[in-house]
């Protein structure tokens, strides 16, 4: 097998999009690449909409509010809202000003209004800064453009409506959703090698947990 054929996971500086409707394994799966980052190398922040379980369940994740963005190294969890978009967006910008940050957005069709840019500016701008973006979304639509176009790996679950296989193979090979796979499989597609994969599932819950834990430094108690 050729190093162009070969399966790698994305880099530092790459951003990745996953997709698929309810119930295929999306958030599980994003959790499982988060796992397999270095995340004693540079602080990871997750925008969390949903209260998440699996996410939340991390007992060295720390919580935080929407002035903090930690320098430190580990792993920081912001609650939001779809009625919080200024101080959303006013965060974001603030994780932009920096270099080597890690984000993790679980439900990006609630961001802030496109017009307003920063995560758009985090996903065009963040390869230079290295800044990383891993952005799930049940639809290819009602996202920002960019968190598509901006990929360097697409992880594509199955999705309900056809039209969006037409606009998610806009990015991905003509085709490509068309293919069936088994359930909680995906279809991983590298653009820059022009090549895709069917994935198995990931990990169970519980691993992937103690796999990101287990990365972590234990949290301060501050008396």
Do not use: C
């Not at 930690?70 to 932009?96: C, F, M, N, V």
């Not at 796979?181 to 994935?199: A, L, N």
């Amino acid at each position: 097998m050729s190093a162009e054929d070969k399966f790698e996971l994305p880099r530092d500086d790459e951003h990745t999009f996953i997709v698929g409707r309810n119930g295929t394994g999306k958030t599980q799966a994003g959790a499982w690449l988060l796992s397999t980052t270095n995340l004693q190398a540079k602080p990871w922040y997750i925008l969390d909409y949903k209260g998440e379980a699996l996410l939340n369940s991390i007992p060295r994740i720390r919580q935080i509010d929407f002035n903090e963005t930690p320098s430190q190294p580990g792993l920081y969890i912001l609650k939001s809202r779809p009625d919080l978009e200024d101080d959303t967006e006013a965060w974001l910008w603030r994780i932009w000003e920096n270099d080597d940050r890690g984000l993790f957005i679980d439900e990006g069709y609630m961001l802030p209004e496109i017009r307003k840019g920063a995560f758009s500016a985090l996903l065009t701008q963040g390869r230079a800064k290295r800044n990383t973006v891993i952005t799930l979304s049940q639809r290819p639509v009602r996202v920002d453009r960019t968190a598509i176009s901006e990929a360097s790996h697409v992880v594509a679950f199955d999705l309900n409506d056809q039209r969006d296989h037409k606009s998610l193979e806009e990015v991905i090979p003509k085709g490509l959703m068309s293919i069936q796979v088994p359930k909680f499989h995906s279809r991983w597609y590298s653009v820059k090698k022009d090549k895709f994969w069917i994935m198995r599932p990931v990990p169970d819950a519980d691993e992937i947990v103690e796999a990101i834990n287990d990365k972590l430094p234990p949290l301060k108690r501050w008396l």
